[in-house]
């Protein structure tokens, strides 16, 4: 038996924020500066009130929905995040399960950074092919709006809020398609390349780490933007490798959203058809594990995804961590 995705749903922050925003804030960008470095051109950032397990919610039930599926059915929440929305406990999953009424499954997080959906989806692939569960909600939620210091010009312009949802689903006798091949990696030797450097167990929370704000991202952004290119680019080449396919063989490639340079850059290097990069970082920021499902999430809801297409989704992110799963749509 194979692994599915058979709904997918999304939810973003609820305020709408341009560029000039964060020059409204007093900071020394401009939108010519953000466009041209990373794409980006609006994002979504939450409300005050507003946690990762509101959006994971709203993008579980917008699932559910597009799933068709009785909730009673789910067997197990994974939630993909780095903004769970207490430090450490209960997890962020434990809180979904509750507002979705769901009865006693497992629900647990899962800390991957930005390649969190991908990590979250190949662990629910293995528990379906297992078979110890039938149907895993698998998803990847982030408020980095939270953990963002937004008099740092060089991160604040990039992230932001937002939840993707899948149904991870076991296929039945005769049905063809599903996750193909997962691949999982981490260099931890690259940890320092993005991180928050104070305000865990190595370093507790006191007000001199708030006064100095190292309880927030910090980023070696021309570090990030290298080891993503030189990852990921060899991690895909091999995927396709591996099962004999050619970059044509490909209806879509879905990349974490992180920048648009470094999107252009993977399609470049590896022939890829400029329709078939997704795209969507330009209106929605790096919204970290949610970006991938997210993206999947608007290719089904433009019913762009079509019964036999071939999609590679590839996460990359803080750890250093990156991650591929092949799909074959069904
Ligand atoms: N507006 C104007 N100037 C800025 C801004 C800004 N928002 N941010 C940085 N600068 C300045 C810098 O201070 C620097 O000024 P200086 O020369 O006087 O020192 C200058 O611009 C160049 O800075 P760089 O960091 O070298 O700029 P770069 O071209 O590398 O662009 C960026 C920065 C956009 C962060 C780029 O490195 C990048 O995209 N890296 C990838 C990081 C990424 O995508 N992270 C996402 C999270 S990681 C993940 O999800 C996997």
Known sequence: MKARISGLGHALGE???HNHYFVD????TSDEWI???TGIKSRYIASEETSTSDLATKAAQHCIQNASIDKSNIDLIIVATSTPDYLSFP????????KLKLGPIGAF???AACSGFSFALSTARSFIESN???NILVIGADCLSKITNFEDRGTCILFADGAGAALVTQTVEGETGGIIDSSLHSDGSKAELLMIPKG???YPLNTSITDEKSHYIT???????KSAISIVIPAIKSMLNKHNLNINDLSYLVCHQANKRILDKIANSIGLDKDKLVVNVTKYGNTSAATIPIALSELNEEKKLQKGDLILLAGFGAGFTWGLNLIEWS
Do not use: I, N, P
């Open 15 to 17: 305020q709408e924020t």
């Open 25 to 28: 804030l007093g900071l020394e």
């Open 35 to 37: 466009t041209e470095r």
């Open 91 to 98: 997890s962020t999953a434990c809180l979904v399960q509750e």
């Open 109 to 111: 997080d899962l800390s």
């Open 132 to 134: 110890m569960y039938k």
């Open 200 to 202: 865990g167990s190595k």
């Open 219 to 225: 980023m070696d952004g021309k570090g990030v933007f």
